[in-house]
């Protein structure tokens, strides 16, 4: 008899080359919100310095390694393997949900193939990380609200923390941020102007690769409270949340 899938399942693929080992717990626990991992593999030459520290990393969360060797000077060889192994798990696997952990915009055409196939990808990198990469995640999150480094005695310790949050001046000063926020609302709202806020967040999921992470904020339903652009509403039977943008009126 065929088991009953109750989680979610997702793949998840590293670039070394392009991603702190910093950045793993956070990337991981980020993705367990929306399922089981149950496919971790990281792509480098493991006969380089340069990967060393990732060594105690992939053992401490079950990440299978993957060793490419550079053919030439010019061409990054663990980019196309990374490729080819996605597309292949595209077809051979039941996969709910892909995430890739780089700041290499190379990777884009792979992404926006898995996103035809009706299958969500979320996306990890340095915010130096190109916008057409960015933009082809349904989801896209920097990997230095994941991380810190302090300092322990003489000895260097990454440790999580809180995302520094942006505050609601900051976050109405961000053209694209209230653009996106105002679009979803519009495209929602009924016919008073209210929408429902997990309506809202669908939209925005489907439309663009906004996280409420980058902002410092957890849930969507926070970052609306502390950008202080909408009126709200819950209701107190259902706690569901809606909104409609503030009157300019006195």
Known sequence: ??????????????DC???????????????????VVNIRQAYGNWTKDNLKNWEDK???FAIKPIQQFDYSKNKNATDILM??????????KDIDAFAFATSDSDFTP???????????????GEKKTPKP??????????????????????????????PQRKSGKEMRQDTWLVNVLKTALEQTMDEEGWANLANIGQYINNSSSFSPINFGY???SNLIDAIDLFDV????????MSIREKSTEN
């Open 1 to 14: 008899m065929a088991r009953t899938k109750t989680e979610d399942h997702i793949a998840l693929f590293i």
């Open 17 to 35: 080359d392009n991603i702190s080992h910093k950045a793993i717990e956070g990337i991981i626990n980020e993705l367990s919100k929306y399922g």
């Open 83 to 92: 490729t080819i192994d996605a597309i292949d798990l595209l077809h051979t």
């Open 233 to 240: 509403y819950v209701d107190p039977d259902n706690k569901q």
């Open 58 to 60: 992939l053992l401490e």
């Open 110 to 124: 792979v992404v926006m193939r898995v996103q035809n196939e009706g299958i969500k990808v979320f996306g990890f």
């Open 218 to 220: 957890k849930k969507l």
């Open 133 to 162: 990469f960015m933009a082809a995640c349904s989801q896209f999150i920097f990997t230095e609200k994941l991380m810190k480094t302090k300092t322990k005695g003489n000895e260097a310790v990454d440790v999580m923390i809180a």
